[in-house]
């Protein structure tokens, strides 16, 4: 960090700054400017109390450099993280091939399952998403399966080999979710659970992190941060939207996070352009704009009957609409070098 001192600071300031920075362990480099003083400090201030120094005598301001998550971020893992999804068909998200996770919003009923799951591997997905847990805004609406759900996604898994990821939503729920899920999704309005990110954190499933309603890029990557730093390497960052003015879409999409993240960190990122825009219509050129920008999988809500989905059928796309989809974005991907 860069500690800006005032204009009007004097030598005793500027010492004192000096000697705050040693008791935290770190050294520092002092460049005197011919209108003021700045103190560089020397060392990770990752955990440095930055507050105390911010209210020291003399003081006018104080400029973190480093980014103050650490093992998510490209500064000390330069290589990407590629993580393998579970099932058997070997789908990874991180490497040259882009994953297409598809499948209902949440799990109904178990032939509808069966039948979906089907459609989207032989659309060219690798994964099967579905809800047992379900986070609804109003307590009235259907809140899911619970494990019931769970066993129906593990028999899908089981009859077509694709890999499984589904929500858990609270930390006593880890050990049940873990037991059937390949991938735990923690939802966006649980970004912020820290319990549950340590727990999560603590286990070795991979984990599919969305972005909350209204976290900067900063606050989701310390999300993700917990998580790494309890044990587990294999998470993937989701982009699914954020809540802003507008209301011609459920949600605002913003895509430049996706180069954005590679910039700055190894993870791979995931986009889900059905909450991210909340329109099956929309769903289609959206998934073609994420891989354009570099996303390395995709999240899809897609449903044999949407008309009657349980939860969150407008936003959800058909097996066919997926399908032609796919033949579109394999176009795409490698026009950008990918595979899909
Ligand atoms: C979902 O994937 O259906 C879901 C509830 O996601 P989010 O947490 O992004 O709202
Ligand atoms: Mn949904």
């Known amino acids: 960090m860069i500690i800006v001192m005032e204009s009007s600071a004097g030598k005793e300031q500027v010492d004192h700054v000096v000697t705050l920075l040693r008791e935290m362990g ?43 998550y650490k093992m998510a971020s490209r500064e000390v893992k330069t290589q990407r993280t590629v993580v393998a999804l579970g099932g058997t068909l070997g789908g ?29 591997k032989e659309a060219g997905a690798t994964a099967l998403r579905g809800g047992a847990f379900k986070p609804r805004t109003s307590p009235y609406a259907f809140q899911g399966l619970g494990e019931k759900g769970l066993q129906m ?28 899920a390949d991938v735990l999704q923690v939802g966006a309005r649980n970004m912020q659970n820290y319990n549950l990110l340590w727990a ?11 972005r ?28 699914r939207g954020i809540r802003t003015f507008e209301g011609y879409c459920r949600n605002t999409l913003p895509l430049a996070i996706v180069p954005e993240i590679h910039r700055i960190s190894h993870l ?29 999988g995709l999240i899809v809500e897609v449903h044999n009957d949407p008309e009657h989905a349980l939860t969150d059928g407008a936003q959800s796309i058909t097996p066919k609409m ?11 991907a490698a026009a950008v070098d990918r595979e899909m």
């Not at 990770?44 to 930055?50: E, W, Y």
């Not at 990874?92 to 069966?114: F, H, Q, W, Y």
């Not at 990821?165 to 037991?179: D, I, S």
């Open 26 to 68: 770190l050294k520092e480099h002092v460049i005197q400017g011919s209108e003021r003083t700045v103190v560089a400090a020397i060392g990770d201030d990752r955990a440095k109390d930055k507050d105390a120094l911010e209210n020291a005598p003399g003081v006018e301001k104080v400029m973190p450099v480093l980014a103050p």
């Open 268 to 296: 791979p990122i995931v986009v889900d352009p059905s909450q991210g825009t909340g329109h099956a219509h929309l769903v289609p050129d959206m998934c073609k704009a994420a891989i354009a920008a570099g996303a390395d």
């Open 153 to 180: 996604l593990a028999e899908a898994r089981d009859r077509t080999g694709l890999a499984v990821v589904t929500e858990v939503m609270a930390v006593e729920q880890v050990p049940l979710v873990a037991k059937y």
């Open 322 to 332: 997926l399908e032609s989809t796919m033949a579109i974005l394999r176009k795409i």
């Open 92 to 120: 990874t998200v991180g490497g040259k091939k882009i994953a297409m996770i598809a499948g209902p919003c949440s799990v109904e009923d178990r032939n509808k399952l069966i039948e979906v799951a089907h459609m989207v």
């Open 212 to 239: 909350g309603l209204s976290a900067t890029l900063e606050e989701f990557m310390l999300a993700a941060e917990y998580i790494i730093s309890r044990g587990n390497p294999n998470v993937m960052l989701c982009e």
């Open 200 to 210: 999560v954190g603590d286990q070795q499933r991979p984990v599919l992190l969305k």
